[in-house]
């Protein structure tokens, strides 16, 4: 998946148009659908306000994120940004499994013994 990052820079308007800008800019981005048959399902956006200060954006498609992942996702960001803007590695652990992983074990579910325990449940259920 391609994923381009849409950069804005607002640093020469003054404080009060930054802040109306990035506001006119951010429930626009809002408002604006997803086509899910062409994609992306993830749009990132950045709004250069400062030299030094920046607001990251992501809109993200629900079929991509429920709202428990969003958090979790803005949690993982929060801590790799924090670590990289004082040259620390990032604090995250490695993952467990990859989605490789996932999907190898989903071809295992779609046997027909793991699909006969499925439509089983699902018939006395």
Do not use: N
């Not at 996932?102 to 018939?123: D, F």
């Amino acid at each position: 998946m391609h994923v381009r990052l849409q950069v804005q820079d607002l640093r020469s308007l003054s404080p009060e148009q930054r802040e109306a800008e990035m506001d006119r800019l951010s429930a626009e981005e809002a408002r604006r659908g997803f086509d899910v048959t062409q994609g992306p399902l993830l749009r990132i956006g950045l709004l250069r306000m400062k030299d030094e200060v920046s607001i990251l954006t992501l809109t993200i498609h629900h079929l991509l994120c429920d709202g428990w992942s969003i958090g979790l996702i803005m949690e993982e960001l929060q801590q790799i940004y924090s670590a990289f803007a004082e040259g620390k590695p990032s604090p995250l652990s490695p993952l467990a499994i990859q989605y490789a992983d996932y999907v190898v074990w989903q071809r295992e579910q779609l046997t027909s013994e793991g699909i006969a325990q499925q439509l089983a449940y699902w018939k006395t259920s």
